[in-house]
């Protein structure tokens, strides 16, 4: 769920005579999920170990069940934070790319982990955004259960939508567990994925830019 603070409608003017961008919103990215209830996860996880034939009245497992029930909890809780944009004043125009940011979620099929590394880049419009945003939207979106495919598309997507710049690119590599440490055993596999919107789709020398700088050329 995103909540904002109301402005006024920007207007777009040729280079010439561009204006200041109008300051930039309060917004407050807050992930909308249900109500999460620990004691029922606990006894849940523990009936589940118990239909696969581990007990858990061993000192060593009485608490394994209550450790699930927060674990997933937590990978299921992203973070709030404030989207933090600045006025583009330099009228900068060139690829901010955010390499190698930490990707952690967990396979919907499975419920398994998958883990990796996300490069995000966009190219400014009228602002640009305080840099440690980047990681906090794609953490905004990885702790849930996904597919590897959609979070990339929503991480683009959500940038494009609230930044309003002029390309943004999103490229993923992990690895997943539901493959390396089960079925297949594709030990050492990673599955990349993308995204490309805006002048970073469309203009070859921006879009090539973009998956050198991220090694996905």
């Not at 200041?20 to 992930?31: C, D, E």
């Not at 690829?95 to 930490?102: C, G, H, M, N, T």
């Not at 959609?150 to 490229?171: C, F, I, M, S």
Request: proline share 6%.
């Amino acid at each position: 769920m995103t909540e904002f603070a109301p402005r006024a409608a920007a207007r777009i003017r040729p280079h010439d005579q561009e204006e200041p961008a109008p300051a930039g919103p309060a917004l407050r990215v807050v992930h909308e999920s249900g109500d999460i209830d620990l004691a029922a996860a606990e006894a849940a996880a523990g009936q589940f170990l118990n239909a696969l034939g581990i007990s858990t009245s061993s000192e060593s497992l009485r608490g394994t069940p209550g450790r699930m029930a927060r674990a997933y909890a937590e990978l299921f809780s992203p973070r709030p934070f404030d989207l933090t944009t600045f006025p583009n004043d330099e009228g900068y125009d060139e690829l901010v790319l955010a390499r190698r940011i930490p990707v952690r979620s967990v396979c919907e099929h499975h419920l398994l982990p998958f883990v990796g590394t996300a490069h995000v880049g966009y190219l400014p419009g009228g602002r640009i955004l305080g840099l440690s945003k980047l990681a906090r939207v794609v953490e905004h979106f990885a702790c849930r259960p996904q597919v590897q495919e959609r979070l990339t598309k929503q991480v683009a997507d959500w940038l494009q939508t609230h930044l309003e710049p002029k390309g943004v690119g999103v490229v993923i590599e992990a690895e997943h567990s539901c493959m390396t440490l089960r079925g297949v055993q594709a030990t050492g596999s990673s599955t990349m994925t993308s995204t490309l919107l805006g002048l970073l789709r469309s203009d070859a020398r921006s879009r090539a830019e973009f998956l050198a700088l991220t090694g996905a050329a």
